[in-house]
């Protein structure tokens, strides 16, 4: 199916009140959706805690930006110790009856032999936590069983009223859904926020998303399609809530973070799908004005995935 069909329909959903929720409906009628998120989204927020060198002997506060349609992310954060999580969106997805599909998955023996490797809490201290998470009867109850802040719609002033500093600031594909404005507030909010000792951890996709699998995939495009069309093109197509994608690549983050001051620990491109090449003199001088520098064309379509290690750089 030719993108600009999918993104059409996004258009039209993304002017309606549930428009969101319908474009994601889709995605739910997978019998196995609601085990598929619990397996992803905690082995993703083990797989980024790992990277990060943080004692949970101490009282760390943990922020997630992107809540999105579980709270899988949140729940594991404070599973592995965090004393409080905040999670923040900018529209509230979440429903209780989604959660109670997926929470059963978390007594799964599976589960409890991974997050036992790497909580501060003993097995029995988690399986009892996780008892406690299978018997509650709203969010509320949950939030404050777990100390977990839910935020959505967010703002950068209410997560401040949370916490005035954090230790562990992550999100999970997200990023490139963020405007190049919001981005500058978000690194430049990072670099006062994160503690001495504090990590960042994100995990960004860089390919355009209408080269995706699902069933309005367009299987005649490139991953890096996107990078052929001048930002107002861009904009009419997907320039809406739903579709938009900020069509940076790693080389942008490189450059927030050298600008804000935040220490690159690591940096593991990769590529978790096949390529299809795209020619390099197609893409758009709009594209490469987002950059301060020359850019090596190769390097924008070098990563279809990327995790950043962050931390603040010692003045």
């Keep these: 199916m030719d993108w600009r069909i ?5 258009k039209i959903l993304a002017v309606s009140r549930f428009g969101d929720r319908m474009n994601h409906s889709l995605i739910t009628l997978n019998k196995d959706y609601h085990k598929n998120v619990v397996t992803y989204q905690s082995h993703e927020a083990m797989r980024k805690f790992g990277l990060a060198k943080l004692d949970l002997d101490k009282k760390l506060t943990a922020l997630e930006i992107g809540t999105g349609y579980s709270l899988v992310s949140a729940i594991t954060l404070a599973l592995l110790g965090f004393d409080k999580v905040i999670t923040v969106d900018i529209t509230p997805d979440i429903t ?13 023996d599976a589960f409890l032999k991974r997050i036992s490797g790497h909580s501060k809490y003993s097995i029995f201290e988690l399986e009892m936590k996780i008892k406690s998470i299978q018997e509650v009867a709203d969010f509320e109850s949950l939030f404050a069983l777990l100390n977990i802040k839910y935020i959505a719609p967010y703002a950068f002033d209410a997560i401040e009223k949370e ?14 859904h963020v405007a190049p404005d919001v981005l500058e507030v978000l690194f430049s909010k990072t670099k006062s926020w994160l503690t001495n000792d504090g990590y960042c951890v994100h995990t960004i ?14 299987r005649s495009i490139s991953e890096f399609n996107f990078l052929k069309y001048p930002d107002k093109y861009w904009a009419f197509w997907a320039g809406n809530s739903i579709a938009y994608t900020n069509r940076l690549s790693y080389l942008y983050y490189i450059e927030l973070c ?58």
């Design 6 to 10: 999918k993104a059409f329909v996004q």
């Design 96 to 108: 209780f009856g989604s959660f109670v599909k997926q929470r059963k998955y978390l007594c799964d």
């Design 163 to 176: 916490a005035a500093q954090l230790d562990y600031i992550t999100s999970q594909v997200v990023l490139e």
């Design 205 to 218: 996709n860089f390919i355009d998303h209408f080269a995706n699998p699902g069933l309005f995939r367009d």
């Design 258 to 315: 050298e600008k804000h001051q935040i220490e690159i620990v690591d940096f593991e491109g990769e590529n978790y799908r096949d390529k299809v090449a795209l020619d390099l003199s197609l893409i758009h001088d709009d594209i490469l004005k987002k950059y301060s520098g020359k850019v090596n064309r190769e390097q924008l379509t070098q990563y279809q995935r990327g995790t950043f290690i962050l931390r603040n750089r010692a003045n």
